[in-house]
């Protein structure tokens, strides 16, 4: 398996689909080999939200890693998320996502804790089984902190002391929350590598002090999204915010005003296509394509990035 370098920029890569909603898997190898090379990236991310993982089977999910991680083999590492509902069912897809290549795994929260709730040693089980079985570093995904299935920060300091964590997706989307989970990892394990996947306000969540970012925008900007993190971590300001003023617009057009959601990686997705980084934009029932207003606006966000018509291969 090979080693992650947690500093650094790791998409969460979207899914290309034919248009009868098949995984359209030449497109998949070309874009992971295209994103895969790009500055900054130190790994690939599959069956996140962005890839639209709500929507494929359990199954399909193993075969988009498998898919990513021979397209990257040699190139950079891949993880892959797990989201399922119990122990003996996540134990299970995330021996799957090891099997077809998978060096790392995020853990979303199971649905139904986002229903009814849970206690701390729900999630430090749930974490423990699959560390255990597979072996792999994982990486916990942090919902954002008005949903039930957010953690307390004195339970994320339970889990930076776990062996088997190695990072974590910091999505609270609340900052004073997301100030004190920091201070509360690093004091934890400071080895514990921190990421922003604040997709829809980069810079504000970058000088924080964290170390890299997962996040599915850069299955767009990935060169832009570098340029950031490079320039947080100089502490050159002035870069960084003309940098994002660059992203402002995209961002803008894929998220307007909220997080991230199914219609804004439909967005998204149609952005790709438009910049030639992908075949086509198809998203899978019930997301729904953007309108004819919609694609306008994308088109004139890339336009101003001067990311129209780039192409991937």
Not at 8 to 34: C, H, M, T
Not at 288 to 306: C, D, G, M, T, Y
Request: net charge neutral.
């Amino acid at each position: 398996m090979a080693k992650i370098d947690y500093h650094g920029i790791i998409p969460a890569i979207a899914v290309p689909f034919n248009k009868d909603y098949s995984i359209n898997e030449p497109n998949l190898r070309q874009f992971a080999q295209w994103l895969g090379r790009q500055p900054g990236i130190s790994a690939l991310m599959t069956n996140g939200h962005t890839g639209e993982v709500f929507s494929l089977t359990p199954r399909e999910r193993a075969q988009v890693t498998r898919i990513t991680a021979e397209a990257v083999k040699g190139i950079c590492p891949v993880v892959s998320s797990v989201v399922c509902e119990g122990i003996n069912d996540a134990v299970e897809q995330a021996g799957w996502a090891k099997e077809a290549g998978a060096d790392a795994l995020d853990i979303m929260p199971p649905h139904h804790w986002l229903r009814f709730g849970f206690k701390p040693e729900h999630c430090l089980d749930y974490f423990s089984a699959i560390g255990e079985a597979t072996r792999l570093p994982l990486i916990v995904h942090i919902y954002p902190a008005w949903t039930r299935g957010s953690y307390s920060t004195d339970l994320l300091a339970e889990l930076a002391r776990m062996p088997h964590v190695a990072a974590f997706k910091m999505g609270e989307r609340e900052m004073n929350k997301y100030a004190r989970d920091i201070k509360a990892i690093r004091e934890a394990d400071p080895s514990k590598a921190l990421l922003t996947c604040h997709d829809e306000y980069l810079l504000a969540s970058m000088v924080q002090g964290i170390d890299g970012a997962l996040v599915g925008f850069a299955s767009l900007v990935p060169g832009l999204i570098n340029d950031l993190l490079l320039a947080v971590k100089k502490g050159d300001l002035k870069e960084a915010m003309h940098v994002q003023s660059l992203i402002t617009p995209l961002k803008d057009a894929v998220y307007g005003s909220g997080e991230p959601t199914g219609e804004a990686h439909g967005r998204m997705k149609a952005a790709m296509a438009m910049a030639g980084i992908i075949a086509d934009g198809t998203v899978r029932p019930p997301t729904h394509a953007p309108s004819k207003q919609e694609l306008q606006v994308i088109e004139e966000a890339l336009r101003h990035a001067n990311l129209l018509k780039k192409s991937a291969a």
